[in-house]
């Protein structure tokens, strides 16, 4: 034990600002905006602002996914939020999500706006809104649904809990590790034993819910996600690496991997995508 474990919380908790490590300059115990700044609108109906985030990368998957199956109304623009900046903190951004998290998208073919946030929510209504990659019989929509909704619920534990605390927390405490990497490696074990029965998540069809578990689970398995993919024995889930060399090698995956990136060569990153032409040049056998 550390000696965290001599701390004794207080009564009523008060926020200590510069605390946090990291992230301490964009977390904040209270929501809204906190300046004036309107979005930006490109021509086409459907528009994103997001940054190539496991959450964000999910919606661009996905639509270079819709536009690969010829759906034309899935062009869109996506804008860079940077959430390290505080982007997110801008009116405008606010006004289509008061939670202020990417990815949020701005539906507007129709008479009237429609605003979405939460990654889950948006593959919902992209895959419904194009009768795509969500499976109409009941049983197997279900199953799709089940998986989507799993990786909602599940992720925060990978993210904000075990890449936190083993990557990004100011000082390392065995305890908080090791409680978020057991979790890690039974949700790990829940994927693995699933693929051992099934092609694609879901079933033996690509569907929305490979489509928002691969960017965490993937990029666990083989991108080396917080650097911990020796500590996380990630080899050890075959049925798992199997699945997420299946998707990654997906051009629409490919493509939707280098929208709004801020990371990694140049020519891995599309910071704003406008028009199909904007992948031309890129790198696309890097991603």
Not at 67 to 95: C, M, P, R, T
Not at 117 to 130: N, P
Not at 224 to 243: I, M, N, P, T
Not at 251 to 270: E, F, L, S
Request: neutral net charge; charged residues 25%.
């Amino acid at each position: 034990m550390t000696d965290a474990s001599t701390y004794t919380p207080p009564k009523v908790w008060t926020w200590k600002q510069g605390n946090g490590g990291k992230f301490a300059n964009i977390n904040r115990p209270v929501s809204g905006a906190t300046q004036e700044k309107e979005l930006p609108v490109g021509r086409h109906p459907l528009q994103l602002y997001s940054m190539g985030t496991p959450n964000g990368v999910k919606v661009t998957i996905m639509l270079e996914e819709l536009l690969a199956l010829g759906h034309k109304g899935a062009e869109y623009d996506a804008w860079l939020i940077n959430i390290g900046e505080g982007d997110q903190f801008g009116s405008g951004f606010v006004a289509i999500n008061p939670n202020s998290k990417i990815p949020a998208l701005h539906d507007r073919s129709g008479e009237k706006p429609i605003r979405l946030f939460e990654s889950g929510a948006i593959l919902t209504h992209l895959a419904e809104k194009f009768g795509a990659l969500l499976p109409k019989e009941p049983a197997a929509r279900a199953e799709c649904l089940s998986w989507l909704f799993w990786q909602m619920g599940s992720a925060p534990y990978v993210g904000g809990g075990f890449g936190h605390f083993y990557a990004y927390a100011p000082e390392k405490f065995e305890y908080a590790i090791d409680r978020f990497t057991m979790e890690t490696k039974r949700q790990l074990d829940v994927l693995d034993q699933r693929l051992a029965q099934s092609e694609y998540i879901a079933g033996d069809a690509y569907t929305i819910a490979d489509i928002a578990i691969w960017p965490w689970y993937g990029g666990l398995a083989q991108l080396d996600q917080y650097g911990a993919s020796e500590f996380l024995a990630v080899q050890e889930y075959k049925h798992l690496q199997r699945w997420t060399t299946l998707i990654r090698n997906r051009p629409a995956v490919r493509r939707g991997r280098m929208v709004n990136r801020v990371r990694g060569d140049a020519d891995t990153q599309v910071r704003e995508r406008h028009d199909a032409s904007d992948f031309e040049g890129k790198a696309l056998d890097k991603m």
